[in-house]
């Protein structure tokens, strides 16, 4: 048999093989549709017909449950996304930015400062349910290398199938279903919930320790800054109303003095509970941990003005994205009036 011959059949052998280990990769890979919807978040980023956002959100819950983007647009025509996941770690924000600058530069960048109080990542899935949606590129990189627990290994991100393998057993319809493409889940990266649980007595946080952020944790913080600096963005600090995880006052002088240091804007909605108008007994949906949407509409209606003197734009005679606009509302509005 000719050399030639031989080879094509083992190329041809070798794709095979390459395409029946993707196949069943597309397959067991979690699709986050249903039950924990929050590994889809940072994916849905990059369907985004029109990138050129004014104002990114970065962080954990406190902001993809806190901030409507929607709202935002309707009430001040700020153009913004959030680009939050849960238990989103500092580093993970910050490799997030620097993946979002591949795309455009916004003119305001709103960081959740909740995330300083962890210095090591503290879970896989967590992290998984991070690193997995970000396209490959430089930052999704840095991010895994900066986020891997003990125990994790790099190659298992590159080939999920590897971590994913024994996953057959959890199968379901939607495995198959969404294999290639997904719905989305949020809007414009908010994660919209209406039901009602009020906060009840949340008791105050037990004595630690050590209150002082980790160095780790403020060498992120000072890269998000300076990234910020680099290319001329406006780095507003926030720390929403969230009543637990408890926010010690230690935690609190720490933030306001690198905000003084470095004249950031800072907002504590802890502290902005008349201004704000923010309810607890209607406007959390799980104790006061996060916001409903009823909550969620506040804290962005407060939140707007701030970030037009910080450099977003009313851009609602933008015609071509007053379009898209249109759009996303029709599908916000429809879920919001299913869900009420």
Not at 26 to 41: C, D, M, N, S
Request: glycine share 6%; net charge negative; hydrophobic share 35%.
């Amino acid at each position: 048999m000719k050399k030639s011959v031989i080879l094509r059949r083992v190329v041809a052998v070798g794709l095979l093989l390459i395409f029946i280990l993707y196949m069943l990769q597309r397959l067991l890979v979690p699709k986050y549709i249903t039950g924990i919807v929050e590994g889809a978040f940072v994916a849905e980023y990059y369907r985004e017909p029109d990138k050129n956002f004014d104002v990114i959100f970065v962080g954990d819950c406190e902001v993809y449950e806190n901030f409507s983007p929607a709202e935002l647009w309707k009430e001040y025509g700020i153009h913004s996304y959030i680009r939050g996941s849960a238990q989103q770690y500092i580093w993970q924000s910050y490799y997030l930015l620097e993946d979002t600058l591949r795309f455009h530069k916004p003119e305001v960048v709103v960081f959740n400062i909740q995330s300083l109080q962890y210095d090591e990542s503290q879970s896989e899935a967590y992290n998984r349910m991070t690193l997995e949606g970000m396209q490959w590129s430089p930052a999704k990189v840095g991010s895994i290398r900066a986020s891997m627990t003990e125990g994790e290994h790099f190659l298992d991100y590159v080939f999920p199938i590897l971590r994913y393998h024994d996953r057959w057993k959890e199968l379901t319809a939607d495995d198959v279903k969404y294999m290639f493409k997904t719905e989305p889940v949020t809007y414009n990266g908010y994660y919209m919930r209406t039901d009602v649980l009020a906060a009840g007595d949340i008791p105050e946080g037990r004595p630690l320790e050590n209150y002082d952020f980790g160095d780790k944790a403020w060498e992120y913080m000072d890269k998000i800054r300076a990234l910020c600096e680099e290319n001329d963005i406006q780095l507003v600090m926030v720390k929403a109303p969230s009543l637990y995880p408890y926010w010690y006052p230690e935690y609190e002088e720490q933030v306001e003095a690198y905000a003084a240091k470095y004249d950031l804007p800072y907002y504590n909605f802890l502290e902005l509970q008349e201004e704000t108008g923010v309810d607890y007994s209607t406007d959390t949906y799980d104790g006061g941990l996060h916001m409903n949407l009823s909550g969620a509409k506040k804290l962005s209606h407060y939140i707007g003005p701030i970030l037009l003197e910080n450099g977003a734009a009313d851009r609602r005679d933008d015609a071509a994205l007053s379009r898209i606009w249109d759009e996303k509302l029709v599908r916000y509005e429809e879920a919001a009036s299913k869900k009420e």
